[in-house]
Protein backbone atom coordinates (compact mmCIF):
# COMPACT_ATOMS: atom_id res chain seq x y z
CA UNK A 1 0.00 0.00 0.00
CA UNK A 2 2.88 2.50 0.72
CA UNK A 3 4.65 1.61 -2.40
CA UNK A 4 1.91 2.10 -4.31
CA UNK A 5 1.54 5.78 -3.05
CA UNK A 6 4.80 6.60 -3.10
CA UNK A 7 4.71 5.89 -6.74
CA UNK A 8 0.96 7.54 -7.22
CA UNK A 9 2.34 10.57 -5.35
CA UNK A 10 5.61 11.06 -7.21
CA UNK A 11 3.91 10.51 -10.52
CA UNK A 12 1.08 13.60 -9.27
CA UNK A 13 4.06 15.75 -8.63
CA UNK A 14 6.06 14.93 -11.55
CA UNK A 15 3.49 15.38 -13.57
CA UNK A 16 4.02 19.39 -15.16
CA UNK A 17 0.44 19.44 -16.52
CA UNK A 18 -1.23 18.61 -12.71
CA UNK A 19 -1.04 21.28 -10.21
CA UNK A 20 -2.09 19.79 -6.76
CA UNK A 21 -1.70 22.18 -4.05
CA UNK A 22 0.10 20.86 -0.70
CA UNK A 23 -2.78 20.87 1.12
CA UNK A 24 -4.83 18.65 -0.63
CA UNK A 25 -1.69 16.29 -0.47
CA UNK A 26 -1.33 16.00 3.03
CA UNK A 27 -5.16 15.23 3.70
CA UNK A 28 -4.38 12.71 0.51
CA UNK A 29 -1.61 10.82 2.70
CA UNK A 30 -3.84 11.07 5.62
CA UNK A 31 -6.30 9.00 4.29
CA UNK A 32 -3.93 6.45 2.79
CA UNK A 33 -2.27 5.98 6.64
CA UNK A 34 -5.78 5.21 7.47
CA UNK A 35 -6.82 2.94 4.55
CA UNK A 36 -3.48 1.12 5.75
CA UNK A 37 -4.26 0.63 8.96
CA UNK A 38 -7.39 -0.89 8.02
CA UNK A 39 -5.39 -3.24 5.55
CA UNK A 40 -2.83 -4.18 7.91
CA UNK A 41 -5.96 -5.17 10.10
CA UNK A 42 -6.72 -8.22 8.01
CA UNK A 43 -3.11 -9.75 9.18
CA UNK A 44 -5.13 -10.35 12.56
CA UNK A 45 -6.58 -13.00 11.42
CA UNK A 46 -3.55 -15.57 9.76
CA UNK A 47 -3.48 -17.81 12.53
CA UNK A 48 0.26 -18.66 12.44
CA UNK A 49 1.18 -14.62 12.56
CA UNK A 50 1.73 -15.20 16.03
CA UNK A 51 4.78 -16.87 15.94
CA UNK A 52 6.07 -14.81 12.87
CA UNK A 53 6.48 -15.63 9.01
CA UNK A 54 9.26 -14.74 6.79
CA UNK A 55 8.80 -12.97 3.53
CA UNK A 56 11.05 -12.05 1.22
CA UNK A 57 13.82 -15.29 1.95
CA UNK A 58 13.85 -14.34 5.45
CA UNK A 59 14.69 -10.17 5.59
CA UNK A 60 11.50 -9.45 7.24
CA UNK A 61 9.05 -11.31 9.30
CA UNK A 62 5.82 -10.54 10.07
CA UNK A 63 4.67 -10.93 13.68
CA UNK A 64 1.70 -10.08 15.60
CA UNK A 65 4.25 -7.26 17.13
CA UNK A 66 5.14 -5.57 14.14
CA UNK A 67 1.14 -5.97 12.78
CA UNK A 68 0.04 -3.97 15.89
CA UNK A 69 2.27 -1.10 15.92
CA UNK A 70 2.15 -1.03 12.00
CA UNK A 71 -1.61 -0.26 12.76
CA UNK A 72 -1.37 2.30 15.74
CA UNK A 73 1.73 4.14 13.89
CA UNK A 74 -0.27 4.61 10.66
CA UNK A 75 -3.36 6.14 12.84
CA UNK A 76 -0.88 8.18 14.88
CA UNK A 77 0.92 9.49 11.33
CA UNK A 78 -2.44 10.77 9.95
CA UNK A 79 -3.24 12.52 13.71
CA UNK A 80 -0.12 14.18 13.41
CA UNK A 81 -0.98 15.50 9.84
CA UNK A 82 -4.04 17.37 11.63
CA UNK A 83 -1.11 19.88 12.61
CA UNK A 84 -0.63 21.21 9.16
CA UNK A 85 -4.37 21.92 8.74
CA UNK A 86 -4.54 25.96 8.27
CA UNK A 87 -6.65 28.05 10.82
CA UNK A 88 -9.63 29.47 9.35
CA UNK A 89 -8.83 33.17 9.52
CA UNK A 90 -8.20 35.68 7.20
CA UNK A 91 -5.60 37.63 9.71
CA UNK A 92 -3.41 34.88 9.43
CA UNK A 93 -3.46 34.49 5.99
CA UNK A 94 -1.94 38.52 5.82
CA UNK A 95 1.19 37.03 8.40
CA UNK A 96 4.24 36.55 5.99
CA UNK A 97 5.70 33.79 8.31
CA UNK A 98 8.73 31.60 7.93
CA UNK A 99 6.97 28.60 9.97
CA UNK A 100 3.62 28.59 8.47
CA UNK A 101 0.94 26.13 8.85
CA UNK A 102 1.01 24.50 5.76
CA UNK A 103 4.26 22.86 3.81
CA UNK A 104 6.04 24.91 1.61
CA UNK A 105 6.91 22.07 -0.93
CA UNK A 106 4.65 19.64 -2.28
CA UNK A 107 7.04 16.51 -2.01
CA UNK A 108 6.35 17.01 1.77
CA UNK A 109 3.91 14.33 1.47
CA UNK A 110 6.60 12.14 -0.32
CA UNK A 111 8.87 12.55 2.41
CA UNK A 112 6.58 11.32 5.02
CA UNK A 113 5.74 8.27 2.92
CA UNK A 114 9.32 7.38 3.03
CA UNK A 115 9.70 7.91 6.71
CA UNK A 116 6.47 6.27 7.17
CA UNK A 117 7.97 3.07 5.08
CA UNK A 118 11.35 2.99 6.75
CA UNK A 119 10.15 2.71 9.65
CA UNK A 120 7.60 -0.17 8.94
CA UNK A 121 10.12 -2.14 7.18
CA UNK A 122 12.45 -1.45 10.32
CA UNK A 123 10.25 -3.13 12.72
CA UNK A 124 9.80 -6.31 10.45
CA UNK A 125 13.24 -6.54 9.88
CA UNK A 126 14.84 -9.93 10.62
CA UNK A 127 18.31 -9.80 9.04
CA UNK A 128 21.27 -7.16 8.89
CA UNK A 129 21.01 -6.03 5.27
CA UNK A 130 17.15 -5.14 5.85
CA UNK A 131 17.81 -3.85 9.49
CA UNK A 132 20.16 -1.24 8.07
CA UNK A 133 18.45 -0.26 4.59
CA UNK A 134 15.38 0.46 6.69
CA UNK A 135 16.86 2.40 9.20
CA UNK A 136 18.43 4.56 6.63
CA UNK A 137 15.55 5.20 4.41
CA UNK A 138 13.86 6.53 7.43
CA UNK A 139 17.02 8.18 8.90
CA UNK A 140 17.35 9.90 5.21
CA UNK A 141 13.72 11.60 5.04
CA UNK A 142 13.69 12.59 8.43
CA UNK A 143 17.00 14.66 8.07
CA UNK A 144 15.29 16.33 4.62
CA UNK A 145 12.32 16.87 6.70
CA UNK A 146 13.86 18.81 9.57
CA UNK A 147 16.20 21.35 7.19
CA UNK A 148 12.45 21.57 5.51
CA UNK A 149 12.42 25.42 6.04
CA UNK A 150 15.32 26.78 4.38
CA UNK A 151 14.11 30.09 4.85
CA UNK A 152 15.49 29.58 8.46
CA UNK A 153 18.61 29.58 10.08
CA UNK A 154 17.46 27.72 13.35
CA UNK A 155 15.69 25.20 10.93
CA UNK A 156 18.77 24.60 8.26
CA UNK A 157 21.37 24.29 11.17
CA UNK A 158 19.09 21.83 13.07
CA UNK A 159 19.19 19.65 10.44
CA UNK A 160 22.64 20.36 9.78
CA UNK A 161 23.59 18.86 12.89
CA UNK A 162 21.00 16.19 12.51
CA UNK A 163 22.48 15.27 9.59
CA UNK A 164 26.03 14.80 11.18
CA UNK A 165 25.29 13.55 14.21
CA UNK A 166 22.73 10.99 12.71
CA UNK A 167 25.50 9.55 10.14
CA UNK A 168 27.54 8.93 13.21
CA UNK A 169 25.01 6.34 14.85
CA UNK A 170 24.69 5.18 11.69
CA UNK A 171 28.05 4.65 11.09
CA UNK A 172 28.35 2.90 14.89
CA UNK A 173 25.11 0.68 13.56
CA UNK A 174 26.75 0.00 10.74
CA UNK A 175 30.18 -1.45 12.54
CA UNK A 176 28.48 -3.63 14.46
CA UNK A 177 26.59 -5.13 11.60
CA UNK A 178 30.11 -5.13 10.18
CA UNK A 179 31.60 -7.14 13.58
CA UNK A 180 28.43 -9.24 13.42
CA UNK A 181 28.87 -10.65 10.09
CA UNK A 182 32.82 -10.69 10.20
CA UNK A 183 32.83 -13.28 13.13
CA UNK A 184 29.17 -15.51 12.11
CA UNK A 185 29.28 -15.47 8.26
CA UNK A 186 25.51 -14.54 8.44
CA UNK A 187 23.17 -12.04 8.30
CA UNK A 188 20.15 -13.95 9.38
CA UNK A 189 19.15 -12.68 13.12
CA UNK A 190 17.99 -16.28 13.99
CA UNK A 191 20.99 -18.01 12.20
CA UNK A 192 23.25 -15.69 14.26
CA UNK A 193 21.09 -16.02 17.76
CA UNK A 194 20.88 -19.87 17.09
CA UNK A 195 24.62 -19.88 16.91
CA UNK A 196 25.42 -17.58 19.42
CA UNK A 197 23.71 -20.03 21.57
CA UNK A 198 25.96 -23.22 20.99
CA UNK A 199 28.92 -21.51 20.73
CA UNK A 200 31.05 -20.35 23.90
CA UNK A 201 32.23 -16.96 24.94
CA UNK A 202 34.82 -17.01 27.60
CA UNK A 203 36.27 -13.58 26.50
CA UNK A 204 35.80 -10.71 23.83
CA UNK A 205 38.81 -11.59 21.29
CA UNK A 206 38.42 -15.56 20.41
CA UNK A 207 35.60 -17.41 19.15
CA UNK A 208 32.37 -15.23 19.13
CA UNK A 209 33.75 -13.12 21.68
CA UNK A 210 34.04 -10.11 19.19
CA UNK A 211 29.83 -10.55 18.36
CA UNK A 212 29.14 -9.38 22.09
CA UNK A 213 31.19 -5.77 21.12
CA UNK A 214 29.32 -6.09 17.72
CA UNK A 215 26.23 -6.29 19.23
CA UNK A 216 26.97 -3.31 21.93
CA UNK A 217 28.13 -0.58 19.33
CA UNK A 218 25.08 -1.70 17.25
CA UNK A 219 22.89 -0.82 20.53
CA UNK A 220 24.58 1.96 21.18
CA UNK A 221 23.97 3.08 17.53
CA UNK A 222 20.14 3.00 18.22
CA UNK A 223 20.33 4.64 21.60
CA UNK A 224 22.18 7.26 19.83
CA UNK A 225 19.34 7.78 17.62
CA UNK A 226 16.21 7.96 19.94
CA UNK A 227 18.02 10.39 22.01
CA UNK A 228 18.97 7.99 25.31
CA UNK A 229 21.50 9.13 27.52
CA UNK A 230 24.81 9.99 27.62
CA UNK A 231 24.06 10.20 23.71
CA UNK A 232 21.61 12.47 24.18
CA UNK A 233 23.60 16.02 23.12
CA UNK A 234 22.04 16.72 20.01
CA UNK A 235 18.37 16.51 20.61
CA UNK A 236 17.59 19.76 22.72
CA UNK A 237 19.08 21.45 20.03
CA UNK A 238 17.52 19.72 17.21
CA UNK A 239 14.20 19.72 18.20
CA UNK A 240 14.73 23.80 19.38
CA UNK A 241 15.61 24.69 16.35
CA UNK A 242 12.69 22.48 13.78
CA UNK A 243 9.66 23.95 13.12
CA UNK A 244 6.81 22.10 15.98
CA UNK A 245 5.14 20.19 13.50
CA UNK A 246 8.70 18.60 12.39
CA UNK A 247 9.46 18.33 16.19
CA UNK A 248 6.30 16.14 16.85
CA UNK A 249 7.37 13.63 14.15
CA UNK A 250 11.25 13.55 15.48
CA UNK A 251 10.00 12.75 19.39
CA UNK A 252 7.68 10.53 18.39
CA UNK A 253 7.71 8.52 14.87
CA UNK A 254 11.46 7.42 14.65
CA UNK A 255 11.89 6.43 18.47
CA UNK A 256 8.76 4.23 18.31
CA UNK A 257 10.01 1.97 15.48
CA UNK A 258 13.43 1.71 16.92
CA UNK A 259 12.03 0.50 19.74
CA UNK A 260 9.99 -1.81 18.67
CA UNK A 261 12.79 -3.40 16.73
CA UNK A 262 15.01 -3.54 19.89
CA UNK A 263 12.03 -5.26 21.63
CA UNK A 264 11.64 -7.68 18.78
CA UNK A 265 15.60 -8.40 18.63
CA UNK A 266 15.71 -9.02 22.11
CA UNK A 267 12.79 -11.35 21.97
CA UNK A 268 14.34 -13.21 19.16
CA UNK A 269 17.85 -13.88 21.80
CA UNK A 270 15.69 -15.17 24.39
CA UNK A 271 13.36 -17.28 22.08
CA UNK A 272 16.56 -19.03 20.66
CA UNK A 273 18.29 -19.53 24.23
CA UNK A 274 21.03 -17.51 23.40
CA UNK A 275 22.30 -14.37 25.49
CA UNK A 276 25.05 -12.11 24.86
CA UNK A 277 26.78 -12.91 28.61
CA UNK A 278 30.42 -12.37 29.32
CA UNK A 279 31.59 -14.95 31.64
CA UNK A 280 35.26 -14.41 33.70
CA UNK A 281 36.45 -16.87 36.48
CA UNK A 282 32.76 -17.91 37.12
CA UNK A 283 31.10 -14.31 37.50
CA UNK A 284 28.32 -13.65 34.24
CA UNK A 285 27.53 -10.50 32.92
CA UNK A 286 24.51 -9.66 30.67
CA UNK A 287 25.84 -7.10 28.28
CA UNK A 288 22.81 -6.16 26.37
CA UNK A 289 20.81 -6.19 29.86
CA UNK A 290 23.13 -4.00 31.79
CA UNK A 291 24.06 -1.39 28.43
CA UNK A 292 20.63 -0.89 28.55
CA UNK A 293 20.02 -0.35 32.53
CA UNK A 294 23.15 2.28 31.91
CA UNK A 295 21.61 4.37 29.95
CA UNK A 296 17.81 4.37 31.71
CA UNK A 297 19.70 5.41 34.99
CA UNK A 298 21.72 8.04 33.20
CA UNK A 299 18.20 8.73 31.58
CA UNK A 300 15.95 9.71 33.88
CA UNK A 301 18.18 11.50 36.01
CA UNK A 302 19.89 13.35 33.07
CA UNK A 303 16.44 14.21 31.52
CA UNK A 304 14.99 15.57 34.83
CA UNK A 305 17.93 17.37 36.09
CA UNK A 306 19.07 19.43 33.24
CA UNK A 307 15.52 19.92 32.05
CA UNK A 308 14.51 22.14 35.34
CA UNK A 309 17.10 24.88 33.96
CA UNK A 310 15.27 25.34 30.77
CA UNK A 311 13.04 28.40 29.49
CA UNK A 312 12.64 27.19 25.84
CA UNK A 313 9.70 25.20 25.66
CA UNK A 314 10.51 22.66 22.90
CA UNK A 315 14.28 22.19 25.02
CA UNK A 316 12.20 21.14 28.10
CA UNK A 317 10.01 18.81 26.08
CA UNK A 318 13.14 17.42 24.31
CA UNK A 319 14.66 16.68 28.28
CA UNK A 320 11.03 15.15 29.00
CA UNK A 321 11.43 12.94 26.49
CA UNK A 322 14.89 11.88 27.34
CA UNK A 323 13.74 11.10 30.90
CA UNK A 324 10.57 8.93 29.30
CA UNK A 325 12.89 6.60 27.35
CA UNK A 326 14.80 5.82 30.41
CA UNK A 327 10.96 4.43 31.36
CA UNK A 328 11.08 2.62 28.54
CA UNK A 329 14.83 1.20 28.37
CA UNK A 330 14.40 -0.01 32.29
CA UNK A 331 11.30 -1.70 30.95
CA UNK A 332 13.02 -3.03 27.89
CA UNK A 333 16.48 -4.42 30.30
CA UNK A 334 13.85 -6.28 32.87
CA UNK A 335 12.48 -8.65 29.81
CA UNK A 336 9.76 -10.08 31.84
CA UNK A 337 6.43 -10.66 31.10
CA UNK A 338 5.08 -8.26 33.37
CA UNK A 339 7.89 -5.72 32.06
CA UNK A 340 7.20 -6.10 28.17
CA UNK A 341 3.49 -5.25 29.13
CA UNK A 342 4.77 -2.31 30.75
CA UNK A 343 6.66 -1.23 28.17
CA UNK A 344 3.78 -1.63 25.33
CA UNK A 345 1.51 0.09 27.70
CA UNK A 346 4.03 2.85 28.07
CA UNK A 347 4.90 3.51 24.58
CA UNK A 348 1.24 3.83 23.89
CA UNK A 349 0.15 6.36 26.27
CA UNK A 350 3.30 8.02 26.06
CA UNK A 351 2.71 8.22 22.38
CA UNK A 352 -0.93 9.62 23.14
CA UNK A 353 -0.05 12.02 25.93
CA UNK A 354 3.31 13.74 23.49
CA UNK A 355 1.13 13.91 20.42
CA UNK A 356 -1.70 15.39 22.70
CA UNK A 357 0.85 18.08 23.71
CA UNK A 358 2.22 19.29 20.43
CA UNK A 359 -0.69 19.81 18.82
CA UNK A 360 -1.91 21.71 21.74
CA UNK A 361 1.42 23.93 21.01
CA UNK A 362 0.95 24.22 17.50
CA UNK A 363 -3.02 25.26 17.86
CA UNK A 364 -1.16 27.96 20.13
CA UNK A 365 0.73 28.95 17.62
CA UNK A 366 -1.18 29.40 15.06
CA UNK A 367 -3.64 31.03 17.14
CA UNK A 368 -1.07 33.50 18.94
CA UNK A 369 0.74 35.37 16.08
CA UNK A 370 4.36 35.45 17.85
CA UNK A 371 5.98 38.50 15.39
CA UNK A 372 5.40 38.53 11.87
CA UNK A 373 8.43 36.33 10.73
CA UNK A 374 7.08 32.78 12.86
CA UNK A 375 4.21 31.45 13.80
CA UNK A 376 6.23 28.72 16.25
CA UNK A 377 5.92 29.19 19.99
CA UNK A 378 9.72 29.00 21.63
CA UNK A 379 9.41 30.26 25.05
CA UNK A 380 7.32 29.16 27.89
CA UNK A 381 6.54 33.22 28.87
CA UNK A 382 4.79 33.14 25.16
CA UNK A 383 2.02 31.00 26.93
CA UNK A 384 1.62 33.70 29.39
CA UNK A 385 -2.31 33.82 29.87
CA UNK A 386 -3.77 31.54 27.71
CA UNK A 387 -5.68 30.13 29.82
CA UNK A 388 -8.44 33.17 29.46
CA UNK A 389 -8.19 33.08 26.11
CA UNK A 390 -8.30 29.80 25.32
CA UNK A 391 -9.48 27.67 28.04
CA UNK A 392 -10.32 24.33 26.34
CA UNK A 393 -6.61 24.39 24.82
CA UNK A 394 -5.06 25.58 28.25
CA UNK A 395 -7.41 22.71 30.09
CA UNK A 396 -5.94 19.93 27.09
CA UNK A 397 -2.69 21.10 27.69
CA UNK A 398 -3.06 21.09 31.23
CA UNK A 399 -4.07 17.44 30.95
CA UNK A 400 -1.40 16.14 29.11
CA UNK A 401 1.37 17.79 31.03
CA UNK A 402 -0.16 16.48 34.39
CA UNK A 403 -0.33 12.81 32.63
CA UNK A 404 3.45 13.14 31.54
CA UNK A 405 4.16 14.09 35.49
CA UNK A 406 2.47 10.70 36.01
CA UNK A 407 -0.26 12.76 38.46
CA UNK A 408 -3.68 10.20 39.07
CA UNK A 409 -5.94 9.43 37.73
CA UNK A 410 -4.55 9.99 34.32
CA UNK A 411 -2.92 7.45 31.63
CA UNK A 412 0.58 8.50 32.18
CA UNK A 413 0.30 7.89 35.92
CA UNK A 414 -0.84 3.88 35.04
CA UNK A 415 2.00 3.72 32.59
CA UNK A 416 4.74 4.76 35.00
CA UNK A 417 3.10 2.76 37.96
CA UNK A 418 3.26 -0.30 35.54
CA UNK A 419 6.97 -0.06 34.95
CA UNK A 420 7.73 0.45 38.84
CA UNK A 421 6.08 -2.79 39.78
CA UNK A 422 7.41 -4.27 36.84
CA UNK A 423 11.00 -3.05 38.07
CA UNK A 424 10.41 -4.07 42.27
CA UNK A 425 8.76 -7.19 41.48
CA UNK A 426 12.35 -7.77 39.85
CA UNK A 427 14.29 -6.56 42.57
CA UNK A 428 15.57 -3.75 40.73
CA UNK A 429 14.99 -1.65 43.86
CA UNK A 430 17.40 0.93 43.25
CA UNK A 431 16.48 1.77 40.01
CA UNK A 432 12.64 2.35 41.03
CA UNK A 433 13.29 4.95 43.36
CA UNK A 434 15.59 6.67 41.11
CA UNK A 435 12.53 6.61 38.98
CA UNK A 436 10.30 7.59 41.60
CA UNK A 437 12.36 10.86 42.62
CA UNK A 438 13.12 11.79 39.32
CA UNK A 439 8.81 11.12 38.57
CA UNK A 440 8.90 13.79 41.89
CA UNK A 441 11.11 16.25 40.55
CA UNK A 442 9.57 16.46 36.74
CA UNK A 443 6.59 17.53 38.40
CA UNK A 444 7.63 20.96 38.71
CA UNK A 445 8.78 21.61 35.62
CA UNK A 446 5.25 20.89 34.29
CA UNK A 447 4.37 22.54 36.84
CA UNK A 448 5.51 25.73 35.89
CA UNK A 449 4.20 25.36 32.21
CA UNK A 450 1.00 24.99 34.01
CA UNK A 451 1.52 28.47 36.46
CA UNK A 452 2.69 30.36 33.46
CA UNK A 453 -0.39 29.43 31.21
CA UNK A 454 -3.40 29.63 34.11
CA UNK A 455 -1.67 32.17 36.67
CA UNK A 456 0.18 34.75 34.94
CA UNK A 457 -1.20 37.65 32.66
CA UNK A 458 -0.45 37.69 29.24
CA UNK A 459 1.70 40.82 27.66
CA UNK A 460 -0.67 42.79 26.08
CA UNK A 461 1.33 46.14 26.07
CA UNK A 462 3.85 44.36 23.21
CA UNK A 463 2.91 44.79 19.53
CA UNK A 464 4.93 42.26 17.76
CA UNK A 465 2.23 39.43 19.68
CA UNK A 466 -1.31 39.73 17.62
CA UNK A 467 -4.10 38.13 19.58
CA UNK A 468 -7.16 37.94 17.94
CA UNK A 469 -10.72 36.22 18.75
CA UNK A 470 -11.18 35.91 14.54
CA UNK A 471 -8.11 32.94 15.24
CA UNK A 472 -10.17 29.41 14.52
CA UNK A 473 -8.73 25.89 14.47
CA UNK A 474 -10.08 23.23 11.73
CA UNK A 475 -13.24 21.02 13.02
CA UNK A 476 -10.40 18.34 12.34
CA UNK A 477 -7.39 19.38 14.66
CA UNK A 478 -9.82 20.65 17.11
CA UNK A 479 -11.61 17.12 17.72
CA UNK A 480 -8.85 15.37 17.54
CA UNK A 481 -7.26 17.41 20.60
CA UNK A 482 -10.45 16.38 22.14
CA UNK A 483 -10.52 12.79 21.29
CA UNK A 484 -6.66 12.40 22.64
CA UNK A 485 -7.73 14.50 26.31
CA UNK A 486 -10.83 12.34 26.74
CA UNK A 487 -8.46 9.28 25.86
CA UNK A 488 -5.76 10.88 28.78
CA UNK A 489 -8.42 11.35 31.37
CA UNK A 490 -11.12 8.91 31.06
CA UNK A 491 -8.78 5.99 30.65
CA UNK A 492 -9.20 5.01 34.41
CA UNK A 493 -13.05 4.04 33.23
CA UNK A 494 -12.13 1.85 30.78
CA UNK A 495 -8.97 0.95 31.19
CA UNK A 496 -9.41 -2.44 28.67
CA UNK A 497 -9.10 -0.77 25.65
CA UNK A 498 -5.41 -0.24 25.59
CA UNK A 499 -4.85 -2.97 28.67
CA UNK A 500 -5.82 -6.15 27.08
CA UNK A 501 -3.94 -5.38 23.82
CA UNK A 502 -0.99 -4.71 25.73
CA UNK A 503 -1.39 -8.22 27.82
CA UNK A 504 -2.02 -9.99 24.58
CA UNK A 505 1.05 -9.04 22.71
CA UNK A 506 3.17 -9.61 25.37
CA UNK A 507 1.65 -13.15 26.23
CA UNK A 508 2.40 -14.04 22.26
CA UNK A 509 5.63 -12.57 22.44
CA UNK A 510 6.60 -14.97 25.52
CA UNK A 511 4.94 -18.27 24.53
CA UNK A 512 6.10 -18.49 20.93
Not at 167 to 189: D, E, K, M, P, V
Not at 365 to 386: A, N, W
Request: charged share 10%; aromatic share 14%; glycine share 8%.
Amino acid sequence: MLVIAIFSLMTAVALPGIKISPNLLTRITSIIFVYAARLSVNGSYIGSIGSGVGIYSGLFEVSSLSQYFDRFLFIIRAMIFVGWAPVTSKVLRGVQSVFTALPTIPEFSLIILFVTCGGSLLISSADLISMYLSIELQSFSVYILASLYRQSESATAAGLKYFLLGRLASSLILLGSGLIYAYTGLTNFESIFSLLSVGSIDNLTEGLGPCIIGFSILVIGFLFKIAAAPFHNWAPDVYDGTPTIVTTWLTIIPKIAILVFLLSLQRGLEFNGSSLTLVFDGVSFDVWKNLLLISSLLSLIIGTVVGLAQYRIKRLFAYSAISHVGFLLLALAINSEESIESFVFYLVQYTITNLNAFLVLLAYGYMICLSKKSSDIVFIDDLKGQFKSNPLLGLAFTVSLFSMAGVPPLIGFFGKQMVLYSATHRGYYFLSFVAIIVSVISASYYLKIIRVIHFESGNTDNKDITHSSELKLTNVHSFTIATLTMVITLYVFKPSLILNSATLLALTLFNF
